[in-house]
């Protein structure tokens, strides 16, 4: 017996770009955790090749797994994890934003204008600028979530994976330095709401060649854990 697929058209608007001309990894990595429905489960996305901006792309859903294509081309891949993702230990807020000073990205950005962590303007993009947390292997960011961001729902899955995915990369990259998101995988165990502010917390985890591991966190100013994120990034050749 086969299993019928559900398929939707999917559409990235300009805003939620990464590199210039595609989509940020992560904002498609929560897009399809949710599709998936994830509900707090972690879910795995893995880039195939990169999702173009402002085309109608087909989002389908067949037993547990989601794809994302461009007519017969395989952009995008998403499965359900069975095991809870590990985190980066808690960095309180005023610390997460004193650590900001220290972004690289203040010094040589590959992607200014990627909705993460891009030098967009406030409200458009997230401005998430991880610097170095002094006396730890870690980097954070202090993120106060603007209201442009999110719904009477809270913030979507989409936009945490925003959060989520570049700051695994800054916990590798100097400045200037770059590289393109292969995998992220994202478990969200609570709501995140317009005007909060929290923690965005990383730390690079190993690499393997070309490959950079990292994981990643966002934590309520309490401490409490919201989301956490697997990451895998794929550096470029060497000329």
Not at 160 to 182: N, Q, R
Not at 226 to 235: H, Q, S
């Amino acid at each position: 017996m086969t299993t019928a697929a559900l398929q939707t058209v999917l559409t990235v608007p300009e805003r939620f770009r990464g590199p210039a001309g595609v989509a940020n990894g992560g904002w498609i990595a929560g897009t399809m955790a949710e599709a998936l429905g994830g509900d707090r489960s972690a879910v795995e996305v893995t880039l195939h090749a990169p999702t173009p901006l402002e085309t109608d792309l087909c989002l389908e859903h067949v037993a547990n797994t989601v794809s994302l294509h461009q007519g017969d081309k395989l952009l995008v891949e998403a499965i359900p994890v069975a095991e809870d993702l590990t985190a980066p230990e808690f960095v309180a807020f005023n610390d997460a934003a004193r650590a900001e000073a220290g972004f690289p990205g203040w010094r040589g950005h590959a992607f200014p204008e990627c909705f993460a962590c891009g030098l967009r303007e406030p409200g458009d993009g997230l401005r998430i600028f991880p610097g170095s947390v002094e006396g730890t292997d870690l980097v954070a960011a202090g993120w106060r979530v603007p209201f442009t961001v999110a719904d009477e729902d809270g913030v979507p899955a989409s936009v945490v994976g925003a959060a989520l995915d570049c700051i695994t990369g800054w916990a590798h990259f100097k400045p200037g330095e770059s590289a393109l998101l292969g995998r992220l995988a994202v478990q969200i165990h609570r709501r995140l709401y317009a005007g909060g502010a929290y923690s965005v917390v990383a730390r690079a985890t190993g690499r393997e060649g070309r490959k950079l591991f990292g994981e990643s966190a966002i934590y309520e100013v309490d401490g409490t854990l919201v989301a956490a994120a697997r990451a895998t990034w794929i550096a470029p050749r060497e000329a």
